[in-house]
């Protein structure tokens, strides 16, 4: 049973659609989150294609503006609901957990709080009469927009009062945080903390299992066909096949001949390109660390932003492949 729980800051491009179906496939998560899509209503978003599968289902609240909806989206084989409570700042779900042993409700809170004091103050009270009027399991997660220390802030004011208020409501609603923040935090328990990649928000993972369903087989991907250096990969491996046999036994050797070159290809051209990837990915978490320290230069800004923008075109390739 895994949570994945994403500030997206966003979600109507395809990029970032394409990067919470990686995260929810990587991660393996039952159950995912999605705090300011920033779009008016779940219908101007792409559900299906955050998921791996036709087994899913979701609930929404529909955003203010530029501001909130949240999102929860869930596995329907391992979960069945039976209620839900909508808020402009959360959203609640309730049920069971299939094929399971353990007794009793799951319930799982998604949440975005508001920035003024006041809708903080009866966010808290709203979800503390919540959680104390429900039996069974919670898993809160998502934004309050409110720290517990100090040192949870960087680039912005603390506020002791604010502070001191969040953790009484969790002790009054007896949950256990997890104390990690951006990447200086990277595993506690069960808790990961991810790359910011595509968001200014770090999307984390509670993980309860861990599964290996083994080597994806091999298919012809739509993002192979803008790749560079493909066409000439098959047309060289087209022109300089030699077989014999009847015509649909040549053309059925020729066409394996074809396979096996691409797949050498992919093979060579994957290495590459993780290769590329990860030394970007690396940079930018180098960067994330950082900024909160010191301000960057400029050309640390902009070399900053060219692999955030190399990540985006990956993901945008990897896009075209669910379509």
Not at 12 to 28: M, T, Y
Not at 249 to 277: S, T
Not at 305 to 313: P, W
């Amino acid at each position: 049973m895994n949570f994945l729980s994403i500030n997206v800051r966003g979600v109507g491009e395809d990029a970032k659609i394409s990067w919470v179906r990686r995260l929810k496939i990587k991660h393996k998560a039952t159950f995912v989150g999605l705090q300011e899509t920033q779009l008016s209503t779940s219908l101007s978003i792409d559900v299906k294609g955050c998921w791996d599968s036709n087994e899913f289902d979701f609930v929404s609240v529909d955003s203010s503006g530029r501001s909130g909806e949240l999102i929860l989206i869930w596995d329907t084989t391992l979960f069945q609901k039976s209620d839900v409570i909508k808020n402009r700042h959360y959203l609640v779900i309730s049920g069971k957990y299939k094929n399971s042993s353990a007794s009793g409700n799951l319930n799982i809170v998604n949440v975005y709080g508001p920035q003024s004091t006041s809708e903080k103050k009866k966010v808290r009270f709203e979800l503390l009469n919540i959680i104390n009027g429900r039996s069974g399991m919670w898993v809160v997660f998502g934004n309050f927009n409110v720290v517990r220390d100090l040192g949870e802030r960087c680039s912005s004011q603390f506020r002791p009062h604010s502070a001191f208020a969040f953790n009484r409501f969790i002790q009054e609603a007896n949950l256990k945080d997890f104390n990690m923040g951006w990447e200086r935090f990277t595993y506690y328990d069960s808790v990961t903390a991810h790359p910011r990649e595509l968001s200014n928000h770090n999307p984390i993972t509670l993980t309860s299992s861990v599964s290996d369903f083994g080597p994806i087989p091999f298919k012809f991907f739509n993002s192979w066909l803008l790749r560079e250096g493909f066409d000439q990969v098959v047309t060289d491996a087209w022109n300089c096949f030699r077989g014999y046999g009847t015509p649909d036994a040549y053309l059925a050797a020729k066409f394996r001949f074809l396979k096996e070159i691409i797949k050498k290809w992919r093979k060579e051209m994957d290495q590459k390109e993780r290769h590329e990837v990860n030394v970007t990915l690396k940079m930018t978490k180098n960067f994330e660390k950082f900024v909160e320290s010191r301000p960057l230069s400029s050309e640390e800004k902009g070399i900053w932003i060219d692999g955030i923008k190399k990540i985006t075109e990956w993901e945008r390739l990897k896009a075209l492949d669910l379509k």
